[in-house]
């Protein structure tokens, strides 16, 4: 099994930025993603990378503010969020993928098996 450890989490204003790092035990996963999920609602796709290509996938709320990157070398995967928003705030988990779907399914929940304890980001207005 897979551990997946996220970090970079914090408090910020509006426009702000954060950077968010997933270190993960083991590299046998296809694809990694960054999920959140805020007080009441349903977790979310936010981003998604397939580690052999780079391709990425983010959802309409992140694309052009966010962006996922990896490195293999430190078993890692970050997400750089800028401009930052209130409607930002949640608990934005990291999780990696074994079984190969296509495209934009890598931004749902039910494609992974494997999931971290989850970092916490809040935008004050």
């Known amino acids: 099994q897979v551990q997946l450890m996220e970090s970079g989490g914090g408090s910020v204003q509006t426009g702000g930025s954060l950077r968010l790092s997933c270190v993960y035990t083991?590299?046998?996963?296809?694809?990694m993603g960054w999920f959140r999920q805020a007080p009441g609602k349903e977790r979310e796709g936010v981003a998604s990378i397939y580690r052999s290509s780079g391709t990425t996938f983010y959802s309409d709320s992140a694309e052009g503010r966010f962006t996922i990157s990896q490195d293999s070398v430190k078993n890692t995967v970050y997400l750089q969020m800028n401009s930052l928003k209130p409607d930002d705030t949640a608990m934005y988990f990291c999780?990696?993928?074994?079984?190969?779907?296509?495209?934009?399914?890598?931004?749902?929940?039910?494609?992974?098996?494997?999931w971290g304890q989850g970092t916490q980001v809040t935008v004050s207005s």
């Open positions: 999780a990696a993928g074994r079984a190969f779907v296509p495209g934009r399914l890598r931004l749902q929940p039910e494609q992974y098996s494997d």
């Open positions: 083991h590299d046998e996963m296809l694809f």
